[in-house]
């Protein structure tokens, strides 16, 4: 087991171990299942996948063959490098606690070193959550693990069905969204960052989508004098959340 590839460690193959890995609660990331599976097994393993809250893709037998050399029975799960949480348990209890929220929200960020530096930079100045989507986003591996410095196992990681939901679910919670934009009319220094918020982060190329930027509350710029045209997002994050930490302990 020592020598065993890390990649080897993270990955569950064949019918059986996949659903006792599922009903067992483990953390799983994601699981594949070959495109042309029918029948009884198909329709539970769904169902599983939805009711643990997993992300379930049909994808071609050959790309799972080039994932595992077993026999995979047409199945292979993902496993996650820490256990996600659901925001609408983990919520309600920062309130009980007598917490003002602030949270991270990733919309679209797939890279595994920037999900481990945000998340590092998160626990230092305190946050509460991170939230990401079912779809697109970085994978909750070792090195986004390692990346993190263990922050990730420190953290809540909290994974919803889309960004959109889980906007309506912070903003019916009393959380205010905040939106990171270019040229944005607020200045981030300028923000009351002391209530219950979140910060909306989008990816290196495409930055906040375009449907959660127009849920966000506020929209707000980051100061810069040098002629790069932005921050790296997990150094942006940091930023962010530095600012968030002072006004907080200030």
Not at 24 to 44: C, P
Not at 111 to 125: H, P, Q, T
Request: hydrophobic share 40%.
């Amino acid at each position: 087991m020592a020598n065993q590839d890390p990649k080897e460690r993270m990955l569950i193959f064949g019918r059986h171990p996949v659903v006792d890995a599922l009903e067992s609660d483990k953390a799983i990331d994601k699981v594949w299942l070959q495109i042309g599976t029918r029948g009884v097994f198909e329709k539970d393993l769904r169902y599983l996948c939805k009711t643990k809250n997993v992300p379930m893709q049909m994808v071609p037998k050959e790309r799972i063959s080039r994932e595992v050399g077993g026999n995979h029975q047409g199945v292979l799960a993902w496993m996650a490098a820490a256990q996600y949480q659901q925001l609408d348990k983990v919520l309600p209890l920062l309130y009980e606690q007598g917490k003002v929220p602030l949270i991270l929200l990733l919309d679209g960020i797939t890279d595994v070193r920037n999900l481990g530096a945000i998340a590092r930079s998160a626990e230092i100045c305190g946050a509460h959550a991170i939230v990401v989507s079912q779809k697109n986003s970085a994978r909750l591996n070792d090195e986004a693990l390692k990346t993190s410095a263990g922050a990730l196992h420190r953290i809540p990681i909290c994974r919803e069905k889309s960004v959109g939901a889980a906007i309506s679910l912070l903003k019916n919670s009393g959380v205010q969204i905040f939106s990171s934009e270019l040229g944005a009319e607020h200045n981030l220094h300028a923000l009351d960052l002391k209530q219950p918020m979140a910060f909306l982060l989008g990816s290196e190329g495409r930055g906040v989508s375009r449907e959660a930027g127009e849920q966000a509350d506020i929209r707000f710029s980051i100061p810069q004098v040098g002629e790069t045209e932005s921050f790296n997002v997990s150094v942006a994050a940091g930023i962010m959340l530095y600012e968030a930490m002072r006004q907080r302990i200030g």
